[in-house]
């Protein structure tokens, strides 16, 4: 009887648990009932322990991972700020900072970025975990392809300049050959690394990494802001040349003189021509490393890898576009030849200006034209906007920008310094035509690929509409069965209307493929060239030969970068067209 009457009490407190539970539960079912009716917000649902543990974690990951972009930051503004004080002291006042004493600096800060170079590649990349993930938009080819050319092209400079030295090397130092060694192997391992690692995003040594980084983009920036700026080996080979017409006449001067004067011509033309390299050079690996900054601790989706049904690039019957451009490029090919056999000589003809500067006069309206015709185009099309976020596609429009801003520069300085002078000649008149032709390419071109960019591409597989009409009949199909055919029947009616090219495709693929090789044009001639912006004379008698050594040296070579990035650009805008 005890054991009967034991059982309803110990049954008694398990069943008040759950009439307290089923309570609690009709409680909260009344509150989100009342919250429902009466439009309140409902009371906050307390997260579990895991939850709370594993949130936390993120926001101290997060945290952390700032904290490491900030510091590295700071690092590198501080190594510019140094390296910006050197170059600034050594250009106003050369006497107490002499052009030796910044290449001391930035020899050290060579060596040290190389040492980390070596370690990057060796050490940090291959510890268990160090790279889960690789960024698929991150080192296009294009870019590691103009790394390689441009670094090669660097190399070579570096080599006609040891040489420069050493046939002068009886009036110089022989500690000035050690920088151009340095720079050759600082050069060599940068360019292997960043081939080889631009796509990687690191897990392991994450604030090494970054700082590691933000040193070597530093110290690249250091080399160009040098480049742009040191004019002291042009002054040297010009003092060199005006020191041979005046021992042809008789005078004598105290300027150092090589010792074989063929052996110099030949070191002299190949520093000169090569000089705008070394700046682009240092331009390119500031982006690449930039890059690879951000991606430092960046985990990747399954889905953020590179477009499966992309579509290679093929013509799709493209006539009037291709033959327009070829007949662009095989002129510029005919125009940059003659230039260059005229400029080999002692002085330049002004007819060969005039040529020079016709062909751009030609060429930028079809450019600018052709741009606008296809931002009409867009405005026309059916195909909707692209708003997610996209870190690749937003550097690629802060590149173009930026890098549009060398060439518009100098056309500024031009169009200023013919106003005051002399409109009126035939050469002036053509370059201020120029100027304005230019300006206004940039800013159309730059329209026409932005709009592009941004447009949904037809070969992405489903749409959002059709997803959303899929999800709200979901619910109505009788089978799997059913389903798979209506998706089958989906799929052959989207190819069907996107297969065939209907006229603004048409027109666009046109578009794209005049301007890419109208750029290509316009990319060769002043990266393999003698800058007709320098030699006419116009501006540099204006403004001064430093001052406009500078602005030349810093704004060409964003217009090279300029015309490889629209490359690019335009490449994506046909494919996705």
Not at 322 to 337: H, K, Q, S, Y
Not at 469 to 483: N, V, Y
Request: proline letters at 4%; glycine letters at 6%; hydrophobic letters at 45%.
């Amino acid at each position: 009887m005890a054991s009967q009457t034991s059982a309803p009490a110990e049954v008694a407190p398990m069943s008040s648990s759950k009439a307290e539970t089923t309570e609690a539960t009709s409680i909260h079912d009344q509150a989100d009932l009342a919250s429902k009716n009466t439009g309140l917000p409902c009371p906050p649902k307390q997260k579990s322990w895991l939850a709370r543990h594993f949130s936390l974690l993120l926001r101290r990951d997060r945290q952390a991972q700032k904290a490491g972009q900030l510091f590295s930051g700071l690092l590198a503004l501080n190594v510019v700020f140094l390296g910006g004080a050197f170059i600034c002291s050594m250009i106003f006042n050369n006497v107490a900072v002499t052009l030796g004493d910044v290449w001391i600096l930035l020899a050290a800060l060579k060596v040290l970025s190389l040492f980390w170079l070596i370690y990057y590649a060796v050490g940090t990349t291959r510890k268990p975990h160090a790279v889960l993930y690789r960024d698929p938009h991150a080192g296009p080819i294009w870019v590691r392809a103009s790394l390689v050319l441009f670094g090669s092209c660097t190399i070579c400079l570096n080599v006609f300049r040891m040489g420069y030295d050493v046939s002068h090397i009886h009036c110089k130092s022989e500690v000035e050959l050690i920088f151009p060694v340095i720079e050759i192997i600082f050069m060599s391992v940068q360019t292997w690394v960043l081939w080889k690692h631009c796509k990687d995003c690191v897990q392991v040594q994450t604030n090494l990494t970054r700082c590691g980084l933000m040193l070597t983009l530093a110290t690249n920036l250091l080399l160009w802001v040098l480049a742009v700026t040191n004019d002291s080996m042009h002054r040297e080979i010009e003092a060199e040349l005006n020191e041979l017409m005046e021992k042809f006449s008789g005078n004598e001067t105290n300027t150092c003189m090589c010792l074989n004067a063929t052996v110099c011509e030949v070191f002299q033309k190949g520093y000169l021509m090569l000089y705008p390299f070394s700046t682009e050079y240092c331009l390119i690996c500031c982006a690449v490393l930039f890059v690879m900054w951000k991606n430092v601790g960046r985990r990747l989706t399954a889905h953020s890898g590179a477009h499966p049904n992309r579509p290679p690039f093929r013509l799709h019957g493209a006539i009037f576009g291709p033959l327009m451009g070829l007949l662009a490029l095989v002129a510029g090919v005919c125009v940059f030849v003659l230039f260059q056999i005229e400029a080999s000589g002692p002085d330049i003809a002004r007819q060969y200006f005039t040529l020079y500067y016709a062909f751009y006069v030609v060429v930028l309206p079809a450019m600018s034209l052709a741009c606008l015709a296809g931002t009409a185009i867009h405005g026309l099309e059916e195909r909707e906007l692209d708003t997610l976020k996209n870190p690749t596609r937003s550097l690629d429009v802060v590149l173009l920008m930026g890098a549009a801003l060398g060439q518009m520069g100098i056309a500024y300085f031009s169009i200023v310094a013919i106003v005051a002078t002399q409109p009126h000649e035939l050469l002036n008149q053509l370059i201020l035509a120029y100027s304005l032709l230019l300006i206004l390419q940039h800013i159309t071109q730059n329209l026409f690929i932005i709009e592009g960019l941004h447009r949904r591409p037809l070969w992405e597989p489903v749409l959002p509409d059709v997803m959303e009409k899929q999800d709200a009949e979901l619910p109505r199909r009788g089978s799997l069965r059913e389903l798979g055919q209506d998706l089958r029947r989906a799929s052959r009616a989207y190819i069907h209307s996107y297969s065939h090219l209907n006229w603004k495709r048409r027109t666009l693929k046109e578009i794209s493929l005049f301007l890419i090789l109208c750029n290509i044009t316009l990319w060769m001639m002043p990266a393999f060239g003698i800058h007709p912006e320098f030699e006419n004379g116009l501006e540099k008698d204006f403004y001064g030969y430093r001052t406009w050594f500078t602005i030349v040296n810093f704004g060409l070579p964003l217009g090279v970068f300029y015309r490889m990035h629209s490359v690019g650009g335009l490449v994506e805008v046909y494919l996705g067209a």
